[in-house]
C-alpha cells in the first residue's frame, strides 16, 4: 500500500466546503447566510489551491454540489465529490460521494446507515466544537469512516486536538477540511492522500490511509467573511425594500419573504456591523467566548477519559498514529507543507 507520506504520489482533497447553497444559520438571536460562495468561482479557488479533489458539502443540501460538479467539467485537473453537511438530531455529519441528498433531523446512526447504502462515506466533521452542531463522544460508536481531525475554520487550541485522539484511538481515517464560508478560505486544511483522483481518495479513506494538512483560518479571514455576508444582507435588503428581489438568487429570495419590519431593522443592523472597528470588536470578542467554550469541553473529555494531551507531546502522538495506520514514520518524507509546525494550535 502506498503511503500519503509520498509527495510524488500524494493528492489533496478539501473535504468540507460551503457555497451559497448551505442557506442561513443561526447564531444567538442573529440569522444570517452561511456562505455568499458562488460555486464556480469556489471551483476555480480549489484549482489555484492545487486540490485535485473538492467536496462540496452544503447543509442539508447537494444542489451547490452539482452545480460546481457540472462547472468542473470543463477543468480535468480538479473533480467533485458530491456531499452534504448533514443536520442529524444529535450532531452534524458529513456524507461524500452521495448520490441524493440524505434528509436532515434522522437520528445519526440512521443517517451514517443512509449515506453507506448510496455507497457512500460518513464522516463526523469538528466532533467536538464550542460552537457547531458536533456528535461529540457519540463518535465512539456510530459506524463512520473518518474523522475531521483538523477543521481550519476552529481556531482555539482544544478542538482539533480531542478529535485527533478520538481518531488515533477509535482507528477512523484521519481527514482535514477548512470549513470554508467563504472563497479565502477554500484549501486552508486538506486531506493527503495517495493518488491523484476521487476515486484514489475515497480509497484512501476506507483504506484509513490518509493524513492532514494546511494551516488555521485566520482571524482576519474570519472578519472579511462576517464582513461580506453583512454586505450581502445589505445589499439583498435594500433590493427587497425596493421591490427588486431577484427571485433567481436564494438569498435574495429568503430575505425577500421577511416581514418588512424586520427587514429595515436587518438593513441598519448590517450597516450598523460594518462601521469600523466594529468587525475587529466583534471577532475579538467571539474569539474569547469560544475559546472559553473550547476549554470547558476539553475539560469535561480530558477529565472523563483519564487521558491529557498536551501541546508538548501531541505531535508524538500523532506519529504514533500514523504507524497505528500502517503509514511512514519518517518526518523527512512528508511535504513540507504537511508538517504539523505549520498547522498553528
Excluded at 469541553?297 to 500514523?322: A, P
Aim: glycine content about 10%; charged content about 25%.
Amino acid at each position: 500500500m502506498e503511503s500519503v507520506t509520498d509527495s510524488e504520489n500524494c493528492g489533496k482533497a478539501d473535504i468540507h466546503v460551503h457555497t451559497k447553497f448551505s442557506g442561513f444559520t443561526k447564531y444567538s438571536l442573529a440569522q444570517f447566510p452561511d456562505s455568499i460562495s458562488e460555486p464556480d468561482i469556489v471551483v476555480k479557488a480549489a484549482i489555484k489551491k492545487g486540490l485535485e479533489v473538492l467536496c462540496i458539502t452544503d447543509h442539508n443540501c447537494i444542489g451547490g454540489a452539482l452545480k460546481a460538479q457540472k462547472y468542473a467539467r470543463d477543468f480535468p485537473g480538479i473533480e467533485i465529490v458530491i456531499g452534504e453537511e448533514v443536520s442529524t438530531s444529535e450532531g452534524e455529519m458529513i456524507g461524500l460521494f452521495l448520490q441524493e441528498r440524505i434528509e436532515p433531523w434522522l437520528g445519526a446512526e440512521e443517517t451514517a446507515e443512509r449515506i453507506h447504502d448510496q455507497g457512500g462515506i460518513a464522516i463526523a466533521p469538528h466532533p467536538f466544537s464550542p460552537h457547531c452542531p458536533c456528535l461529540g463522544q457519540k463518535v465512539k460508536y456510530l459506524d463512520l469512516d473518518g474523522i475531521e481531525v483538523f477543521n481550519a475554520i476552529h481556531r482555539d487550541p482544544y478542538s482539533n486536538r480531542l478529535a485527533s485522539r478520538e481518531s488515533m484511538t477509535r482507528g477512523k481515517a484521519s481527514i482535514g477540511g477548512s470549513d470554508a464560508h467563504s472563497v479565502e478560505m477554500v484549501g486552508n486544511a486538506y486531506t493527503t492522500f495517495s493518488g491523484s483522483s476521487a476515486e484514489d481518495f475515497r480509497t484512501s479513506i476506507l483504506r484509513k490511509n490518509t493524513f492532514f494538512g494546511g494551516e488555521v483560518t485566520s482571524l482576519g479571514a474570519c472578519i472579511r467573511w462576517s464582513n461580506g455576508v453583512a454586505m450581502e444582507i445589505g445589499r439583498a435588503t435594500y433590493r427587497s425594500l425596493q421591490g427588486k428581489t431577484a427571485q433567481e438568487n436564494l438569498i435574495h429570495k429568503r430575505i425577500g419573504r421577511i416581514k418588512k419590519r424586520n427587514k429595515v431593522i436587518g438593513l441598519l443592523g448590517a450597516a450598523l456591523y460594518l462601521v469600523p472597528p466594529i468587525p475587529i470588536i466583534a471577532g475579538a470578542i467571539g474569539e474569547f467566548i469560544i475559546r472559553r467554550k473550547a476549554r470547558k469541553i476539553w475539560d469535561e473529555n480530558s477529565s472523563s477519559s483519564g487521558l491529557q494531551i498536551t501541546g508538548e507531546n501531541f505531535d508524538k502522538r500523532m506519529v504514533e498514529s500514523r504507524k497505528y495506520m500502517n503509514l511512514s514514520s519518517n518526518l523527512g518524507n512528508i511535504p513540507k507543507d504537511v508538517v504539523y509546525g505549520k498547522i498553528k494550535f
